[in-house]
């Protein structure tokens, strides 16, 4: 099987997540990247101007793996558009949107059948990218439990547990991992918690900005993404507030180390979630229950354990990217068979 995917230079978590699985299962030749995103391949993107005359360059991850280029001129995507099974869209930004349109244009109509991933933070459904395309397959990442539309796949992050460094996690020198900037008001309030706690052994890593003067010594000023994975793998438990978006990437890290994932609830679909007290462990939004739990589980090393261990085995059967991409390919080739008795 062989899969275009439609892509735009800024970064994107959730839509190289999906390419990095996929050349996992179909082998990096199998995967095409158009506009060709650098960054996929451990590369610095150039320069790009927006139409909206916005500038930004963009730089491989951390966490992205290296893979030998495999770029394609739209022209040669047209020559040879028979070797693609699939096109799907995987960003509703400029360029992405663009690239659509262009194929669209060349062929009068989109050659081959369409999917479109929607990663962004939010839960707004795109109807205008939606009703402009008409995708035969819609996948998104902050899709509501409650949502009405079951036509719509959730699509919510996954760990790229492939490409993260090999930590000594049988030592636990922090009690408490935290680390988040203020980007929901949420989180300001577990901080808040967190200072009533006072906690010694914490590693509080937060925008400094919005730090009460007190606790400014307290900060810590990360290093880079290998720091950030070790003293998770060196923390008994680590939180997971979400911010812009519903799963923080925290979400999808901290079970690969055997540490404990404590977060509050969340209202997305996310297929095979983890369960309170089996593979992780809730608390209430507010945090009105955190310093309880917190307490207990430090208390029960063993509990602790039990519960971390089985919270990586269950990100390693149904949460990583490789995983997240088999879901993904179900659906799709589910629809091209569909598509093709149809025809």
Not at 38 to 45: F, L, N, R
Not at 186 to 201: A, D
Not at 210 to 224: M, T, V
């Amino acid at each position: 099987m062989k899969i275009l995917l439609l892509s735009d230079p800024q970064s994107d978590y959730g839509a190289y997540y999906l390419f990095n699985g996929l050349c996992q299962i179909l082998g990096d030749n199998n995967v095409v990247t158009y506009p060709f995103k650098k960054s996929y391949y451990g590369m610095t993107d150039d320069i790009y101007v927006l139409d909206d005359g916005k500038m930004g360059c963009t730089h491989p991850g951390d966490n992205i793996v290296a893979r030998e280029p495999n770029e394609w001129s739209l022209s040669e995507i047209a020559e040879n558009i028979g070797l693609f099974d699939c096109i799907v869209l995987t960003s509703s930004r400029t360029y992405a949107i663009t690239a659509l349109r262009d194929l669209i244009s060349m062929f009068g109509k989109c050659p081959k059948l369409l999917a479109f991933t929607d990663h962004e933070d939010g839960d707004s459904i795109r109807w205008d990218i939606i009703n402009e395309f008409k995708p035969k397959v819609i996948f998104k990442r902050e899709l509501l439990i409650n949502s009405p539309h079951k036509n719509i796949y959730p699509l919510p992050f996954s760990s790229a547990n492939n490409s993260f460094p090999i930590v000594d996690d049988t030592v636990k020198k922090w009690d408490i991992f935290a680390l988040f900037g203020m980007t929901h008001p949420v989180r300001r309030q577990i901080v808040e918690r967190l200072f009533e706690i006072g906690y010694e052994k914490i590693y509080l890593g937060l925008d400094t900005k919005s730090l009460r003067g007190d606790y400014q010594e307290k900060n810590k000023k990360l290093q880079g993404y290998k720091e950030y994975l070790i003293n998770i793998a060196q923390s008994k438990i680590a939180l997971s507030i979400r911010g812009h978006g519903r799963d923080c990437c925290r979400f999808w890290e901290i079970p690969v180390y055997e540490t404990l994932m404590m977060m509050h609830t969340l209202d997305i679909q996310i297929p095979h979630p983890f369960q309170d007290g089996v593979n992780a462990v809730y608390f209430k939004e507010d945090g009105s229950d955190l310093k309880e739990k917190i307490d207990y589980y430090l208390a029960h090393d063993d509990e602790r354990i039990r519960i971390a261990k089985a919270g990586k085995e269950h990100l390693l059967k149904w949460h990583t990217n490789q995983k997240r991409a088999e879901y993904f390919l179900s659906i799709v080739k589910d629809k091209i068979k569909f598509n093709d008795k149809n025809k």
